[in-house]
């Protein structure tokens, strides 16, 4: 739900720790004084996601999907996408931690002049720390990294997240999406005890290409690359064995790529923003 909502369908085949999940699914288009029965989807899109335990603590995931809108409309371009990517983990290695995942991205994009040209993009996460188990506390560094659009190649290099991907891996306030960024982050977690879970978090966002898109927004001949910097703390704590509570804080500072781009287009404001978000489960 929200701003995107799929039509969807999943499968999955299971054994032990191990899974095959094969989806296909269609995006609606919101148009709330049409009812329609054809005329109602942009992307259609179909893969599979896999799940192998290879010892305790460590899983590899292989990723495959395909993207198709063959008739462009005032939302979606065309494009045929194809993307191919893993996932590898090990929550502990002698203490060590680290979780990786890569998706390369290739296939047809129709740009707004209709000429189609080459997808050729990539995007990716790595963190990786030491878990000081005596103070029940982990330290770790991420990356998360995805193509931004080279104005000087003919190849569209924009990495467009695939089927979507986790914020908890470029902050906390929705402010970024993996495409078009370099996030360097510091991340710090601590188990007080087996009810309270911890995180703090900093990030310093990046853009890859800086005339590329940033979430809505396409400016060009912008000079500044730093979006910003931004501290996450969010924390969980199992109030039973069904009632569970979340409760989030996040600050972004703007850096020079947020103040250039204020100067450029009015709906864009330099000021810093602030988040809260409390989550209140049950489970029955």
Do not use: C
């Not at 189609?116 to 030491?130: F, K, Q």
């Not at 290099?157 to 996030?183: C, H, P």
């Not at 188990?191 to 005339?211: C, G, M, Q, W």
Request: aromatic share 20%; hydrophobic share 35%; glycine share 8%.
């Amino acid at each position: 739900s929200g701003k995107w909502i799929w039509d969807a369908v999943k499968a999955s085949y299971k054994d032990g720790e191990n899974f095959l999940d094969f989806f296909y699914g269609a995006m609606m288009l919101h148009d709330p004084e049409e009812f329609s029965l054809k005329d109602r989807h942009g992307y259609y899109g179909a893969g599979m996601y896999g799940h192998y335990v290879y010892k305790k603590n460590a899983a590899i995931e292989p990723i495959l999907a395909y993207k198709i809108n063959d008739k462009k409309n005032a939302i979606y371009t065309m494009l045929e996408s194809f993307y191919i990517g893993a996932r590898a983990y090990d929550k502990d290695y002698h203490s060590f931690f680290y979780d990786a995942t890569y998706v390369k991205s290739f296939g047809d994009y129709t740009r707004l002049d209709a000429q189609t040209v080459d997808i050729d993009a990539v995007g990716l996460h790595a963190d990786a720390g030491y878990n000081f188990k005596s103070i029940y506390t982990k330290l770790g560094l991420g990356y998360t990294y995805a193509t931004g659009d080279d104005p000087n190649t003919r190849e569209n290099e924009t990495f467009d997240t695939v089927f979507g991907a986790s914020d908890k891996y470029y902050g906390r306030l929705n402010l970024m999406q993996w495409s078009n960024i370099k996030d360097a982050e510091i991340f710090a977690i601590n188990n007080l005890n087996e009810k309270t879970r911890i995180k703090l978090e900093y990030h310093k966002f990046y853009a890859d290409e800086p005339s590329n898109k940033w979430l809505s927004y396409t400016i060009p001949s912008m000079q500044n690359d730093h979006y910003g910097d931004e501290i996450d703390l969010f924390g969980t704590y199992k109030y039973s064995k069904n009632f569970n509570i979340l409760l989030g804080v996040g600050y972004f500072m703007g850096g020079d790529y947020i103040e250039e781009a204020s100067s450029k287009n009015d709906y864009i404001t330099d000021d810093n923003a602030f988040g809260f978000v409390a989550q209140f489960t049950y489970d029955f």
